[in-house]
Protein backbone atom coordinates (compact mmCIF):
# COMPACT_ATOMS: atom_id res chain seq x y z
CA UNK A 1 0.00 0.00 0.00
CA UNK A 2 2.59 2.56 0.28
CA UNK A 3 3.87 2.36 -3.26
CA UNK A 4 1.02 4.17 -4.59
CA UNK A 5 1.29 6.14 -1.59
CA UNK A 6 4.59 7.51 -2.15
CA UNK A 7 3.93 7.72 -6.50
CA UNK A 8 0.32 9.93 -5.69
CA UNK A 9 2.54 12.26 -3.06
CA UNK A 10 5.06 12.52 -6.19
CA UNK A 11 2.56 13.34 -8.38
CA UNK A 12 0.96 16.01 -6.33
CA UNK A 13 4.13 17.55 -5.96
CA UNK A 14 5.22 17.89 -9.54
CA UNK A 15 1.56 19.36 -10.20
CA UNK A 16 2.33 21.71 -7.41
CA UNK A 17 5.80 22.90 -8.98
CA UNK A 18 3.55 23.44 -12.62
CA UNK A 19 1.31 25.66 -10.36
CA UNK A 20 3.23 28.00 -8.96
CA UNK A 21 5.64 27.94 -11.79
CA UNK A 22 2.83 28.57 -14.13
CA UNK A 23 1.28 31.46 -11.71
CA UNK A 24 5.10 33.44 -11.74
CA UNK A 25 4.73 33.08 -15.57
CA UNK A 26 1.62 35.07 -15.72
CA UNK A 27 3.12 37.70 -12.89
CA UNK A 28 6.04 38.17 -14.63
CA UNK A 29 3.95 40.08 -17.42
CA UNK A 30 3.07 42.39 -15.50
CA UNK A 31 6.07 45.01 -16.05
CA UNK A 32 5.13 44.04 -20.20
CA UNK A 33 1.47 44.39 -19.90
CA UNK A 34 1.60 47.86 -18.49
CA UNK A 35 4.19 49.03 -21.06
CA UNK A 36 2.01 48.03 -23.53
CA UNK A 37 -1.42 50.14 -23.00
CA UNK A 38 -1.66 53.27 -23.62
CA UNK A 39 -3.91 54.74 -20.69
CA UNK A 40 -2.44 56.64 -18.13
CA UNK A 41 -1.61 54.73 -14.82
CA UNK A 42 -4.68 56.04 -12.80
CA UNK A 43 -6.97 54.39 -15.34
CA UNK A 44 -4.79 51.38 -15.65
CA UNK A 45 -5.60 50.61 -11.77
CA UNK A 46 -8.86 51.19 -12.35
CA UNK A 47 -9.90 49.12 -15.08
CA UNK A 48 -7.22 46.18 -14.12
CA UNK A 49 -8.52 46.09 -10.60
CA UNK A 50 -12.10 46.15 -11.74
CA UNK A 51 -11.49 43.09 -14.25
CA UNK A 52 -9.84 41.05 -11.30
CA UNK A 53 -12.09 41.95 -8.66
CA UNK A 54 -15.18 40.53 -11.21
CA UNK A 55 -12.94 37.43 -11.81
CA UNK A 56 -12.52 37.00 -8.81
CA UNK A 57 -16.16 36.99 -7.15
CA UNK A 58 -17.11 34.91 -10.12
CA UNK A 59 -14.59 32.06 -9.31
CA UNK A 60 -15.20 32.49 -5.40
CA UNK A 61 -19.10 32.47 -6.36
CA UNK A 62 -18.73 29.22 -8.72
CA UNK A 63 -16.78 27.53 -5.70
CA UNK A 64 -18.77 28.43 -2.57
CA UNK A 65 -22.61 28.78 -4.60
CA UNK A 66 -25.06 30.30 -1.90
CA UNK A 67 -21.95 30.30 0.55
CA UNK A 68 -20.09 33.00 -0.91
CA UNK A 69 -21.73 36.39 0.75
CA UNK A 70 -20.60 34.49 3.97
CA UNK A 71 -17.41 33.71 3.04
CA UNK A 72 -16.94 37.49 2.50
CA UNK A 73 -18.33 38.94 5.61
CA UNK A 74 -15.75 35.99 7.05
CA UNK A 75 -13.09 37.91 6.22
CA UNK A 76 -13.02 39.90 9.50
CA UNK A 77 -10.51 42.72 10.63
CA UNK A 78 -7.49 40.52 9.37
CA UNK A 79 -9.09 40.06 6.11
CA UNK A 80 -9.71 43.77 5.38
CA UNK A 81 -6.35 44.31 6.62
CA UNK A 82 -5.13 42.24 4.29
CA UNK A 83 -6.98 43.58 1.14
CA UNK A 84 -5.89 47.15 1.95
CA UNK A 85 -2.28 46.01 1.99
CA UNK A 86 -2.91 44.51 -1.05
CA UNK A 87 -4.60 47.43 -2.51
CA UNK A 88 -1.89 49.63 -1.71
CA UNK A 89 0.86 47.26 -2.82
CA UNK A 90 -1.37 47.05 -6.49
CA UNK A 91 -1.64 50.53 -6.93
CA UNK A 92 1.95 51.35 -6.12
CA UNK A 93 3.29 48.63 -8.73
CA UNK A 94 1.42 50.07 -11.71
CA UNK A 95 2.51 53.75 -10.62
CA UNK A 96 6.26 52.22 -10.02
CA UNK A 97 6.20 50.76 -13.44
CA UNK A 98 5.96 54.36 -14.83
CA UNK A 99 8.72 55.78 -12.67
CA UNK A 100 11.65 53.17 -12.98
CA UNK A 101 12.26 50.16 -14.85
CA UNK A 102 10.35 47.01 -14.71
CA UNK A 103 13.59 45.54 -13.61
CA UNK A 104 14.01 47.92 -10.20
CA UNK A 105 10.74 46.98 -9.42
CA UNK A 106 10.51 43.25 -9.72
CA UNK A 107 13.64 43.04 -7.90
CA UNK A 108 13.13 45.12 -4.86
CA UNK A 109 9.48 43.36 -4.64
CA UNK A 110 11.16 40.13 -4.69
CA UNK A 111 12.89 41.54 -0.83
CA UNK A 112 9.69 41.21 0.28
CA UNK A 113 9.62 37.94 1.90
CA UNK A 114 12.61 38.73 3.51
CA UNK A 115 10.42 41.59 5.33
CA UNK A 116 7.91 38.99 6.18
CA UNK A 117 10.47 37.79 8.34
CA UNK A 118 11.74 40.69 9.82
CA UNK A 119 8.52 42.03 10.40
CA UNK A 120 7.47 38.54 11.80
CA UNK A 121 10.15 38.54 14.57
CA UNK A 122 9.33 42.43 15.51
CA UNK A 123 5.59 41.97 15.84
CA UNK A 124 4.89 38.43 16.51
CA UNK A 125 8.33 37.03 17.74
CA UNK A 126 8.82 34.44 15.38
CA UNK A 127 12.68 33.27 15.52
CA UNK A 128 14.35 34.32 12.48
CA UNK A 129 17.15 31.48 11.62
CA UNK A 130 20.94 32.76 11.02
CA UNK A 131 20.83 31.82 7.59
CA UNK A 132 17.62 34.27 6.98
CA UNK A 133 19.42 37.22 8.43
CA UNK A 134 22.32 36.28 6.05
CA UNK A 135 20.24 36.30 2.91
CA UNK A 136 18.60 39.48 4.04
CA UNK A 137 22.05 41.19 4.42
CA UNK A 138 23.13 40.28 1.17
CA UNK A 139 19.94 41.16 -0.81
CA UNK A 140 20.17 44.32 0.85
CA UNK A 141 24.08 44.60 -0.38
CA UNK A 142 22.22 43.89 -3.97
CA UNK A 143 19.58 46.48 -3.54
CA UNK A 144 22.50 49.40 -2.70
CA UNK A 145 24.48 47.94 -6.06
CA UNK A 146 21.48 47.94 -7.62
CA UNK A 147 20.39 52.16 -6.74
CA UNK A 148 24.67 52.64 -6.51
CA UNK A 149 24.48 54.89 -9.82
CA UNK A 150 22.74 57.55 -7.96
CA UNK A 151 26.23 58.02 -6.13
CA UNK A 152 27.93 58.50 -9.61
CA UNK A 153 25.26 60.15 -11.92
CA UNK A 154 22.21 62.04 -11.69
CA UNK A 155 19.42 60.02 -11.31
CA UNK A 156 16.65 60.49 -14.09
CA UNK A 157 13.07 62.32 -13.33
CA UNK A 158 10.97 60.54 -11.09
CA UNK A 159 13.38 57.16 -10.85
CA UNK A 160 14.37 57.39 -7.42
CA UNK A 161 10.65 58.10 -6.62
CA UNK A 162 9.46 54.92 -8.44
CA UNK A 163 12.15 52.65 -6.43
CA UNK A 164 10.03 54.27 -3.33
CA UNK A 165 7.05 53.20 -4.70
CA UNK A 166 8.38 49.45 -5.62
CA UNK A 167 9.86 48.96 -1.83
CA UNK A 168 6.23 50.25 -0.45
CA UNK A 169 4.98 47.18 -2.52
CA UNK A 170 7.58 45.03 -1.10
CA UNK A 171 6.39 46.59 2.70
CA UNK A 172 2.56 46.01 2.02
CA UNK A 173 2.63 42.45 0.54
CA UNK A 174 5.48 41.45 3.49
CA UNK A 175 2.62 43.21 5.91
CA UNK A 176 -0.32 40.87 4.48
CA UNK A 177 1.78 37.84 4.64
CA UNK A 178 2.26 38.22 8.42
CA UNK A 179 -1.29 39.31 8.59
CA UNK A 180 -2.06 35.99 7.33
CA UNK A 181 0.33 33.96 9.01
CA UNK A 182 -1.70 35.21 12.41
CA UNK A 183 -4.99 34.43 10.92
CA UNK A 184 -4.58 31.08 8.86
CA UNK A 185 -8.42 30.35 8.38
CA UNK A 186 -8.53 33.96 6.29
CA UNK A 187 -9.31 33.20 2.67
CA UNK A 188 -6.89 34.65 0.44
CA UNK A 189 -9.24 34.49 -3.23
CA UNK A 190 -11.78 36.97 -1.00
CA UNK A 191 -9.75 39.18 0.38
CA UNK A 192 -7.65 39.46 -2.88
CA UNK A 193 -10.96 40.57 -5.16
CA UNK A 194 -11.56 42.96 -2.14
CA UNK A 195 -8.21 44.35 -2.44
CA UNK A 196 -8.52 44.73 -6.35
CA UNK A 197 -11.91 46.38 -5.68
CA UNK A 198 -10.61 48.89 -3.04
CA UNK A 199 -7.73 50.04 -6.22
CA UNK A 200 -10.62 50.81 -8.54
CA UNK A 201 -12.38 52.73 -6.12
CA UNK A 202 -9.64 54.69 -5.09
CA UNK A 203 -8.68 55.23 -8.74
CA UNK A 204 -12.18 56.15 -10.07
CA UNK A 205 -11.49 59.63 -8.85
CA UNK A 206 -8.13 60.46 -10.94
CA UNK A 207 -8.93 57.79 -14.07
CA UNK A 208 -10.80 58.60 -17.20
CA UNK A 209 -12.15 55.06 -17.73
CA UNK A 210 -13.88 56.00 -20.95
CA UNK A 211 -10.40 57.05 -22.81
CA UNK A 212 -9.69 53.19 -22.91
CA UNK A 213 -9.75 52.13 -26.31
CA UNK A 214 -11.08 48.54 -27.08
CA UNK A 215 -8.04 46.95 -27.78
CA UNK A 216 -6.89 48.74 -24.53
CA UNK A 217 -9.70 47.17 -22.63
CA UNK A 218 -8.61 43.57 -23.92
CA UNK A 219 -5.33 43.79 -22.60
CA UNK A 220 -6.45 45.54 -19.24
CA UNK A 221 -9.12 42.31 -19.18
CA UNK A 222 -6.01 40.13 -19.12
CA UNK A 223 -3.85 42.21 -17.01
CA UNK A 224 -6.58 42.12 -14.19
CA UNK A 225 -7.90 38.80 -14.83
CA UNK A 226 -5.04 36.67 -15.92
CA UNK A 227 -1.95 37.96 -14.96
CA UNK A 228 -3.08 38.86 -11.49
CA UNK A 229 -6.78 37.14 -10.55
CA UNK A 230 -5.38 33.90 -12.58
CA UNK A 231 -1.89 34.13 -11.07
CA UNK A 232 -3.08 34.33 -7.68
CA UNK A 233 -5.13 31.24 -8.10
CA UNK A 234 -2.50 29.00 -9.51
CA UNK A 235 -0.24 29.74 -6.75
CA UNK A 236 -2.70 29.51 -3.85
CA UNK A 237 -3.51 26.19 -5.67
CA UNK A 238 0.19 24.88 -6.47
CA UNK A 239 1.51 26.31 -3.03
CA UNK A 240 -0.41 23.71 -0.89
CA UNK A 241 1.21 21.01 -2.58
CA UNK A 242 5.23 21.22 -2.12
CA UNK A 243 7.18 22.84 0.78
CA UNK A 244 7.39 26.29 1.45
CA UNK A 245 11.23 26.96 0.07
CA UNK A 246 10.32 24.91 -2.72
CA UNK A 247 7.60 27.54 -3.45
CA UNK A 248 9.72 30.52 -2.79
CA UNK A 249 12.43 29.53 -4.96
CA UNK A 250 10.29 28.74 -8.11
CA UNK A 251 7.75 31.71 -7.36
CA UNK A 252 12.04 33.60 -8.25
CA UNK A 253 10.68 33.27 -11.46
CA UNK A 254 8.97 36.07 -11.62
CA UNK A 255 11.74 38.81 -10.88
CA UNK A 256 14.10 36.69 -13.29
CA UNK A 257 11.25 36.22 -16.25
CA UNK A 258 9.57 40.23 -15.90
CA UNK A 259 12.62 42.40 -16.79
CA UNK A 260 13.05 39.62 -20.02
CA UNK A 261 10.36 40.11 -21.27
CA UNK A 262 10.41 44.16 -21.24
CA UNK A 263 13.78 43.33 -22.63
CA UNK A 264 12.99 41.23 -25.10
CA UNK A 265 9.83 42.94 -26.40
CA UNK A 266 10.41 46.34 -25.59
CA UNK A 267 14.34 46.61 -25.84
CA UNK A 268 14.40 48.30 -22.02
CA UNK A 269 18.02 47.53 -21.23
CA UNK A 270 17.49 48.10 -17.42
CA UNK A 271 21.23 48.79 -17.16
CA UNK A 272 24.44 47.08 -15.51
CA UNK A 273 24.19 48.25 -11.85
CA UNK A 274 19.81 46.88 -12.19
CA UNK A 275 21.39 43.56 -13.27
CA UNK A 276 24.69 42.85 -11.47
CA UNK A 277 22.40 44.31 -8.05
CA UNK A 278 19.98 42.00 -9.15
CA UNK A 279 21.82 38.93 -9.43
CA UNK A 280 22.92 39.26 -6.17
CA UNK A 281 19.42 39.63 -4.67
CA UNK A 282 18.67 36.64 -6.87
CA UNK A 283 21.02 34.67 -5.50
CA UNK A 284 20.63 35.43 -2.03
CA UNK A 285 16.83 34.43 -2.34
CA UNK A 286 17.61 31.24 -4.37
CA UNK A 287 20.59 30.27 -1.87
CA UNK A 288 18.52 31.29 1.05
CA UNK A 289 15.53 28.65 -0.53
CA UNK A 290 17.92 25.56 -1.45
CA UNK A 291 19.27 25.59 2.01
CA UNK A 292 15.73 25.31 3.25
CA UNK A 293 15.19 23.15 0.83
CA UNK A 294 18.32 20.75 1.88
CA UNK A 295 17.12 20.47 5.18
CA UNK A 296 13.74 19.41 5.24
CA UNK A 297 14.74 16.58 2.63
CA UNK A 298 17.77 15.63 4.81
CA UNK A 299 15.14 15.96 8.07
CA UNK A 300 13.00 13.71 5.95
CA UNK A 301 15.48 10.91 5.21
CA UNK A 302 16.40 11.05 9.07
CA UNK A 303 12.77 10.41 9.77
CA UNK A 304 12.75 7.40 7.42
CA UNK A 305 15.52 6.29 8.49
CA UNK A 306 13.85 5.99 12.38
CA UNK A 307 10.99 4.65 11.03
CA UNK A 308 12.79 1.71 9.71
CA UNK A 309 15.05 0.88 12.50
CA UNK A 310 11.51 0.93 14.93
CA UNK A 311 10.37 -1.61 12.13
CA UNK A 312 12.79 -4.10 12.12
CA UNK A 313 13.08 -3.83 15.80
Known sequence: MSGPTLVDGAHDRRRGRILVAAAAGFWSLGGLMARTVDTDPWTTVFWRGLFCAAFLVAVTAAREGRRTPGVFAGMGRTGVGMAVCFAIGSTCFIMALHRTSVANVLIIQSLSPFMAG?????????????????AMGVALLGSAIMVSRYFYSTPAPGT??????????????????????RRRQVRMLPAAALAAALTSVVAAGPATPGAAGTGDLVRLAFFGAGQLGLGMILFTAGARRIPVAETSLIAVLESVLGPVWVWLALGENPG?????????VLAALAGHTVADLRIERRAAAQAGSRNRSSTGT
Open 118 to 134: LLGWVWMGERVAGRTWL
Open 160 to 181: LGGDGLAFAVALTFATATVLLR
Open 272 to 280: APSLVGGAV
